[in-house]
């Protein structure tokens, strides 16, 4: 299985500010997605993290407030910007590896809280 | 709307019994279901997933069980053993391969030593 590190693990942020949360892959990695868990809640897919063009975000997420990055196989960013309290949540990176199982595999998630 | 749902938010069960985790779905075009553990601090790891063209799927003391006419799934552990305390997560997938899951709010674990 794949390693996977983000950074940062936490942090608290003021409210109109940005943040840009990297996750790092062990191995190469055929796709890469974040996701969303607001407290309470299940964990939402934000949007797929296609490696040289333009993520593919689903329904209710916008590029302009999560422009997503990946410049190659191990490495992604999301960045979730003017940030207001309601996007205090943890982020998760995911992958599926090159075997193309049937499996995501997750990083450990980065906890963010906006005042 | 709540596609896949785990109606019991937390489950306490005594250390070598049977744990019993339950989830509904309302999309009958899922076909494809898994279950993630949940550590405190740590990302959701894979434990099992099943098919729709099966009923069960087995692996070691793990087991996902898969009624398709009630749109209900539920993943039997035994024996409980206190390292299985964790949120349980289930999630569902309208294809195998798009890797598009629907995740339920999850059910805590805790078995009693």
């Known amino acids: 299985s794949a390693v996977i590190s983000q950074k940062p693990s936490r942090d608290i942020c003021q409210r109109g500010t940005s943040l840009t949360i990297q996750c790092q892959v062990d191995s190469q990695v055929t796709m890469m997605f974040w996701y969303r868990q607001q407290p309470g809640q299940s964990l939402t897919l934000i949007a797929t993290?296609?490696?040289?063009?333009?993520?593919?975000?689903e329904s209710g997420f916008v590029i302009d407030k999560f422009p997503i990055s990946r410049p190659n196989l191990t490495f992604s960013t999301l960045t979730v910007s003017n940030m207001s309290p309601e996007d205090s949540s943890i982020y998760l990176c995911?992958?599926?590896?090159?075997?193309?199982?049937?499996?995501?595999?997750f990083g450990p998630g980065t906890r963010l809280t906006v005042l | 709307d709540q596609q896949v749902k785990q109606n019991s938010p937390s489950l306490s069960v005594q250390e070598g019994r049977i744990s019993i985790l339950n989830c509904d779905y309302t999309?009958?075009?899922?076909?494809?279901f898994l279950w993630y553990k949940k550590y405190p601090a740590e990302g959701p790891t894979f434990l099992i997933s099943?098919?729709?063209?099966?009923d069960k799927n087995e692996d070691g003391r793990f087991t996902v069980f898969l009624n398709k006419s009630a749109k209900h799934l539920s993943l039997h552990i035994v024996p409980s053993q206190p390292g299985d305390s964790a949120v349980y997560f289930c999630a569902a997938s309208v294809e195998s391969g798009t890797y598009k899951y629907i995740f339920g709010t999850g059910t805590r674990l805790k078995v009693l030593a």
């Open positions: 099943i098919s729709s063209i099966k």
């Open positions: 995911s992958v599926v590896g090159q075997l193309s199982t049937d499996t995501q595999y």
């Open positions: 999309n009958s075009m899922f076909d494809y």
């Open positions: 993290a296609n490696q040289g063009s333009e993520a593919t975000y």
